[in-house]
């Protein structure tokens, strides 16, 4: 019934259209319980726009419940070159406005277009997916912070991770600190953010920013082989084991073993009751 369903609406997530997506550069496609997500502007190296971060929520918000694994992969050179460089200038990119239109916003509305924008990237993090970034080339600023906002990194040798914000005087703000300081500590972070420098391929798997590593041409192969091993494992079961490990950091030993008890009552229960 499900799959009935998805036919008729061509694979789609149902709130927005293969003709939308293509419109703003993204392809979606839903192959049984993996999802792929394509930045597809390689012309443009994959700048992202407003309307790159709006399709990515809505895709989000009504992902097929069967999707376990969301693959996120770029078209062509460059994963992502972050966000389009039109934004700087005074017209701006046509019906998104620009940073200077940005800037004459209140607090208020301020608050709100980044939250907004914020969106494309948080879904990513649910315990009921796992998401892969397959990172070739360029992943510059909001690229970056869309390759962090995945739970695995894996990468081309020729991968080049750079958080540009402060070079051009910004913050990343499109939820990547925090995903940055967990996997390589805040020195690490520090270090990377403030000389907007870029990190290698062996740097990303050095300090955990890469799960693996692989030649350029083997990227999509190594991208399906783990989503393989991850639909491998019990469906319920992986999600439990997501919800505890993201919640551990914020919890005492105590709380993390109280937390550990009450997911395992539900899964003996589920299994054997
Ligand atoms: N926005 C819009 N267009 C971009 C772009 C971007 N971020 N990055 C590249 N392009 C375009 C280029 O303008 C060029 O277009 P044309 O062919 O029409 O001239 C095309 O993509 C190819 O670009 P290059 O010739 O530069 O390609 P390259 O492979 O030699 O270099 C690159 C690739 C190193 C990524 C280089 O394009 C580059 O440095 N891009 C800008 C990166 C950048 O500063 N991004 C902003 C980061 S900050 C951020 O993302 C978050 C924030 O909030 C500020």
């Not at 502007?41 to 097929?64: M, V, Y």
């Not at 005074?90 to 509305?109: H, I, L, N, R, Y």
Request: charged letters at 25%; aromatic letters at 4%; glycine letters at 8%.
């Amino acid at each position: 019934m499900a799959e009935a369903q998805e036919q008729q609406r061509g694979g789609y997530a149902e709130n927005v259209s293969a003709a939308e997506l293509a419109e703003v550069g993204i392809r979606f496609e839903v192959d049984g319980e993996i999802a792929t997500i394509t930045l597809d502007r390689p012309d443009k190296r994959n700048a992202q726009t407003f309307a790159t971060w709006s399709a990515l929520a809505r895709i989000g918000e009504s992902l097929p419940e069967r999707v376990r694994v969301v693959v996120v992969k770029g078209e062509g050179p460059s994963f992502s070159a972050g966000i389009d460089l039109r934004m700087f200038t005074p017209e701006g990119v046509p019906g998104q406005g620009s940073f200077a239109s940005a800037a004459k916003a209140d607090d208020t509305s301020f608050d709100q277009l980044v939250d907004q924008a914020q969106q494309a990237f948080l879904w990513l993090r649910r315990p009921e997916i796992v998401s892969i970034a397959a990172v070739q080339g360029h992943a510059i600023g909001a690229g970056f912070q869309l390759a962090l906002a995945c739970d695995l990194r894996v990468v081309a040798d020729d991968v080049k991770f750079c958080m540009k914000e402060p070079a051009l005087g910004l913050v990343p703000d499109l939820t990547g600190t925090k995903p940055l300081v967990e996997l390589v500590g805040p020195a690490k972070a520090i270090d990377i953010c403030l000389t907007a420098r870029v990190v290698h391929a062996d740097e990303a798997l050095r300090i955990g920013l890469a799960e693996r590593v692989v030649a350029r041409d083997d990227l999509a192969a190594a991208v399906a082989e783990k989503a393989a091993e991850l639909l491998s494992t019990n469906r319920d079961a992986a999600v439990a084991t997501k919800r505890l490990l993201q919640g551990a950091r914020g919890r005492t030993l105590e709380e993390q073993c109280a937390a550990e008890r009450a997911e395992q009552a539900a899964r003996v229960r589920a299994l054997f009751g």
